[in-house]
């Protein structure tokens, strides 16, 4: 009788490995929503994260008015006509605001999500496979890391020109680095876990390992380096619409409002607070997200709480 495991079991028993690793993932999501509940400052963040996002998506259908219509109610004072008031061309603020918050989320998380592809599938590679692979692909990252990230944004839309479509790759490419050594990081250490050595004594392949056993459980460093990247990608498009490199007049946007408003602060300083304040709520709401996320994730951080 031959000693070699029948096809059918060989591939079972990796699966079977894979799924016990995986059961822990689908356990661990009752336990994040529980243990970010019981936390005040992280429900917060995502009451303001979750207002801000509802008013950009519900923009077009709870704004008052056109942002982009003029009328001849310059620097009005908030009203029932106009809730926030007007700017200097007499057109809706809070309209401008809504839509403004569209704009910032399209790219937040379009950039976003593209660097968390692109830096994690680089990371994902450079940790599983090693070796010369790894050398190469985190020296390119390292190449990337040199240069501070809103300068690297902004030397690629000076160059490429100020579009949306611009504005969201340079934002990924500014991204892309931390991903990778993120995803690297994790995957160096789970890459070590008996259940993966299991599945590669038994025949599974590099991509079945990757897939079913490495991604699932690289998730949460890489959903909370997200939710923190959220926060600064929101800024760093606001800066780059403040210097007229981001999304162009008349189109809202808080950064573009921020700068309009520069010259009008002793007459209409409301002008400046109203996307100044917007841009603070978003950014503070994902980053208390963050936290929150972080510290329930983190298992490093379990015998603290």
Sequence with gaps: ??????????????????????????????RVARELWR???????????????????LAPVIAPADPLAMSP???????????????????????????????????????VGLAALLGGGVGLLAGYLEGRTDHLLMRGIDVLMAFPTLLLALAVVATAGATPANL???????????????????????KQNEYVHA???????????????????????????????????????????????????PAPSWGSMLSEARGFMELDPWL?????????????GFNLLGDGLRDVLDPRLVGER
């Design 1 to 30: 009788m031959g000693s070699s495991i029948p096809g059918s079991v060989a591939d079972a028993v990796p699966a079977a490995a894979a799924d016990a690793a995986a059961a822990p993932v689908a356990r661990r999501r009752g």
């Design 39 to 57: 936390r005040p400052p992280a429900v917060a963040g995502l009451a303001l994260a979750t207002a801000v996002l509802a008013g950009a998506m």
């Design 73 to 111: 109610r310059r620097f009005a004072l908030p009203s029932a006509e106009a809730w926030l008031g007007t700017d200097q061309f007499g057109r809706d603020l809070l309209a401008r605001l809504l839509f403004g918050a569209r704009v910032s989320m399209t790219v937040a998380f379009s950039a």
């Design 168 to 190: 969201v790759a340079a934002i990924t490419l500014a991204y892309v680095p931390i991903f990778a050594r993120v995803v690297r990081g994790s995957v160096l250490s789970i």
């Design 199 to 249: 599945s590669r004594a038994l025949g599974a392949g590099a991509g079945r390992i990757m897939v079913r056993q490495i991604v699932p459980n690289v998730l949460a460093p890489v959903i909370v380096q997200a939710t923190f990247n959220l926060s600064t990608a929101i800024m760093i498009e606001a800066a780059l619409s403040f210097l007229g490199l981001g999304v162009q007049p």
């Design 272 to 284: 400046a607070v109203a996307p100044g304040s917007a841009i603070t709520v978003a950014v503070l």
